[in-house]
């Protein structure tokens, strides 16, 4: 993410218009691929941090997006420490006698030449006693990309680095198809974010925000909303309208597909927490009479409101596919919209399995007394539901 | 829309997602007081209301005779809550705590650093009864805060940061992983307690407040204003300030006796040179470019222009070397050295403006530094040595400036710092706490004569603790 500093953007009334790296021009290529060089070469020679930086400083004068381009490249390294000495245990032991050998030394020098006539510390006190801190820590891998590849994702930095300022996105997608919204969908869950989503014929109207944004002008979500915005990028169609409060003016934000922009999330399995990859790993060695189906469909609820299932499987037999969709801790209010229309609608085969931190089995008796039709179609789970418990339910449909 | 279990139509209170959802509830129907509080959430059109304003919105519901079903609330009385131990207060502790009680138990108090913060806490906790959490800035205070309700309510305590993750009745959390968990645990706590709660009010801290329903809240800082907007946001976060100790007014009976020493150091020549040289282009720069550095965004746009203008890079180097000049002139490290030499066998505590100076001492004169780099393990071991003696002297950057307890500190070597008054009050903080054998503590600050760190010191000696003892000291002090 860039901060402040390395973001470029015009004022025209009350627009904010980003600068954006025209990714075809060779002297930011050439600039980019400065920069991609020292890391690459870093990554090879497993130098230090800090050398690294004396390595970029000459790079980083050049162009006023160099800079950034560090920044961003740096996200893509791995620092490891040296682990050729126990450098705390050294200091402890270093210090237990340096405080009191200080009081009998004339100056620092001989208080260091005292200290190292102790064999222990000799070879120590010659290198560096903090030679652990960042600085020295050693490059030891680059995830690397082409020189298009940075200046596309420093595009999109641009627009996550504004939208840190911002509470609230807009989003207007037209004739998504269902594979596309349930991604998009998918990563607002991860984020955690709230949306209200419309949908009138094929245009879906989104309006992502966190739940504290209606009353107080809060920063808490705006990281969330700008790790999200490369979703919207997977879009075929999309308009975007951000308020962004810049310099104690509000400005708006408007782009759309022809920004050009391109996203740099690939596949959404590389977000996905491990007890979801464990789930489908134990349904697929346990269950055989069901199976996990890849693809789960967009769902229309009440008033064009829009929810997707977070699984379907599939009845070997009857080929009979049944949805799961889970309830989590900050998902309460959805839950009970989810109840009502599940109630009205019982025909979808839909399982709603709820999270214990909302609901106890008090709470659970109660909705099924309420909603005495969804007898067989709710149940609590702590955290991740079971496998078994699972594949009694499909069993039970 | 109806909840399972709620026939009547009264208006429901829910506690979701760091907000409250009320149900069954128009503002049209509603007393002016109490409409004001909720708005209409167009996502899912429900109506709302901040979890912090759920006190407010009960009282004016049930003042107006309209009875609510509270769903929101998932705290109780603790009644066996009691202390273990036998406090004894002392009278601006008693002060402070009766204070608060005739505020409605919401309010700030200003205490200096030393006159027992977290005994007033642990006082207002006895008092209450109430499920608490405690926000504190660092993960020190985090440890120091739960070891201390521990020792007086023999209670396990839960922990929010650091890599705990446990909840109970008395809960200390860092502030950063309270704005994350309050979405979930805000209607827990009946009692919300921010030590250091100057911190409150940044943009993204402050949500820890306002996601949480505790209608019972105190703020403890030795410094709690900060002169602009923040002050009204801290006070509708917590409540008024209810009563303000100063340092003078404790000091050599609950504080240590204290003196604070300013020595102006001369650069060496070709310091000085190199000073000159570097600040004349940085100031030609600010000056053709009308920075005045008298607003916030100034700050922003010296170091826009420094990025886009052809001179730039030069004049940002200009700056940062004149400012390492002046914060770290050689004959600065060696007046720390005859110092240190001065009060042998003294718990010393040498604070610097940046990590560069810090772990230039550490290297040159073999002592400890903890900065943020500074593993939790590691620093742990720096801070017991430092307390049992082991460790006589312990070098800092700004990570001890504030709350953390070394009473056997009795001097402090201020080598370089900012103009910030609230850092420097703090400094002086950690040296104030009365220790076995200390008659007075010494904080001397470092100056280099004739750069900007005159003007910067003159800044931060802006504090009734300051002005009472200003003692400008011989350079050969």
Redesign the interface.
């Known amino acids: 993410m860039l901060t402040?500093?390395h973001l470029r953007l015009h004022r025209r009334a009350d627009r904010a218009l980003p600068v954006f790296a025209d990714t075809a021009n060779p002297d930011l290529l050439a600039a980019a691929e400065s920069v991609l060089a020292i890391f690459r070469n870093g990554a090879t020679h497993k130098i230090t941090r800090g050398e690294l930086s004396e390595q970029l400083t000459g790079v980083t004068?050049s162009r006023?997006e160099a800079?950034a381009f560090v920044k961003l490249a740096e996200g893509l390294c791995t620092f490891a420490d040296c682990a050729e000495l126990d450098y705390?245990a050294m200091?402890?032991e270093?210090?237990?006698v340096?405080?009191?050998?200080?009081?009998n030394a004339a100056?620092?020098e001989e208080?260091?030449e005292r200290?190292a006539e102790n064999a222990r510390f000799s070879v120590f006190?010659r290198q560096?006693?903090?030679g652990d801190?960042?600085e020295n820590q050693q490059l030891v891998s680059f995830r690397d990309l082409s020189a298009r590849e940075l200046l596309e994702r420093y595009n999109v930095a641009q627009v996550q680095g504004l939208l840190i300022y911002a509470r609230k996105l807009q989003i207007r997608t037209d004739n998504a198809d269902p594979a596309e919204l349930r991604r998009l969908f998918k990563y607002l869950k991860f984020f955690r974010l709230?949306?209200?989503i419309r949908q009138k014929g094929q245009t879906s109207y989104l309006?992502i925000?966190g739940?504290?944004e209606?009353?107080?002008?809060?920063?808490?979500y705006a990281l969330q909303l700008a790790a999200f915005f490369p979703a919207v990028l997977l879009l075929k169609t999309w308009k975007l309208n951000a308020e962004i409060e810049w310099?104690?003016r509000t400005l708006q934000l408007n782009l759309d597909e022809k920004s050009k922009l391109r996203s740099h999330y690939r596949n959404f399995s590389a977000y996905v927490p491990e007890e979801i990859a464990m789930f489908h790993r134990l349904f697929r060695e346990k269950i055989k009479d069901w199976t996990i189906v890849g693809e789960t469909p967009v769902l229309s609820g009440n008033?064009g409101e829009a929810f997707f299932p977070d699984l379907s499987f599939r009845e070997e037999t009857s080929r009979k596919v049944v949805h799961l969709e889970l309830f989590h801790?900050?998902h309460?209010?959805q839950l009970?919209?989810r109840l009502?229309y599940l109630a009205q609608h019982r025909q979808i085969p839909l399982l709603l399995g709820i999270d214990r931190?909302i609901a106890d089995e008090n709470?659970l008796t109660?909705?099924l007394?309420?909603?005495p039709q969804l007898t067989d179609r709710l149940f609590l789970f702590r955290d991740f539901p079971g496998v078994d418990r699972v594949a009694k339910l499909l069993r039970e449909m | 829309?109806?909840?399972?279990?709620n026939k009547l139509q009264e208006p429901v209170l829910?506690f979701?997602?760091?907000?409250l959802?009320v149900e069954n509830c128009h503002p049209d129907q509603l007393p002016e007081a109490a409409a004001r509080l909720i708005?209409l959430?167009?996502?899912?059109?429900?109506y709302?209301?901040?979890a912090s304003d759920y006190a407010p919105l009960l009282l004016e519901l049930l003042l107006s005779g309209i009875r609510v079903h509270d769903q929101a609330k998932a705290f109780l009385p603790i009644n066996d809550l009691e202390l273990k131990k036998t406090l004894v207060p002392r009278p601006h502790q008693k002060k402070a705590l009766e204070s608060w009680i005739d505020g409605g138990r919401r309010g700030i108090a200003a205490l200096p650093t030393g006159a027992g913060k977290t005994i007033l806490a642990v006082m207002a906790i006895a008092s209450l009864k109430r499920p608490t959490l405690v926000l504190v800035p660092t993960i020190d205070l985090l440890q120091q805060w739960a070891s201390i309700l521990e020792q007086w309510f023999q209670r396990p305590i839960g922990m929010l940061g650091g890599g705990s993750h446990q909840v109970e009745d008395l809960t200390v959390s860092t502030y950063d992983s309270a704005?994350l968990q309050m979405?979930?645990i805000g209607n827990r706590f009946g009692f919300l307690i921010a030590d250091e709660c100057h911190h409150l009010p940044g943009?993204?801290y402050?949500?820890a407040a306002?996601?949480a329903l505790a209608p019972f809240r105190l703020g403890l800082s030795a410094t709690p204003e900060s002169g602009d907007a923040r002050d009204q946001l801290l006070e509708e976060l917590l409540g008024p300030l209810l009563c303000r100790v100063e340092i003078d007014e404790l000091e050599g009976k609950y504080l240590s006796k204290y003196r604070t020493i300013r020595l102006e150091i001369p650069l060496e020549p070709d310091e000085e040179a190199a000073y000159r040289e570097n600040r004349a282009k940085y100031i030609q720069f600010i000056r053709r470019n009308g920075i005045t550095f008298r607003n916030r965004?100034d700050w922003?746009r010296f170091?826009?222009l420094c990025?886009?203008r052809p001179e730039g890079?030069d004049v940002l180097d200009a700056f940062l070397e004149q400012r390492r000049i002046a914060r770290g002139g050689r004959a600065k490290f060696r007046k720390v050295?005859e110092l240190?030499?001065k009060h042998?066998?003294e718990r010393t505590l040498i604070f610097t403006a940046d990590n560069a100076a810090a772990?230039r001492i550490?290297?040159?004169?073999?002592?400890?530094?903890i900065t943020h780099?500074t593993?939790a393990?590691?620093r742990k071991?720096?801070l017991d040595?430092f307390r049992k003696g082991?460790?006589?002297?312990l070098v800092t950057s700004k990570v001890l400036n504030e709350g953390i307890d070394v009473p056997e500190a009795a001097v402090g070597i201020v080598l370089s710092g900012s103009g910030s008054v609230r850092e420097h009050v703090q400094r002086l903080g950690r040296i104030l706490r009365p220790g076995a054998g200390k008659e007075q503590a010494t904080l001397y600050e470092l100056i280099s004569a004739g750069t900007s760190e005159e003007g910067v010191s003159s800044r931060r000696r802006e504090h009734r603790a300051y002005r009472i003892k200003s003692e400008k000291g011989a350079e050969s002090c």
């Open positions: 402040k500093e004068a006023d800079a705390p200091r402890a270093l210090f237990s340096s405080g009191f050998a200080l009081q100056s620092p208080l260091r200290l006190l560096d006693i903090y801190l960042p709230l949306s209200e309006t925000s739940p504290l209606i009353f107080a002008n809060t920063r808490k310099k104690s008033q801790r900050w309460k209010h009970e919209s009502i931190s709470a109660e909705y007394t309420e909603y | 829309m109806q909840h399972p279990g829910y979701e997602n760091g907000v959802r708005r959430d167009p996502r899912g059109n429900v709302r209301a901040k704005v979405e979930f943009p993204v402050r949500a306002e996601m965004e922003g170091l826009m990025a886009r890079k050295w240190l030499k042998p066998g772990y550490g290297r040159e004169f073999c002592l400890p530094v780099h593993g393990k590691e071991d720096f040595g082991t460790y006589p002297v």
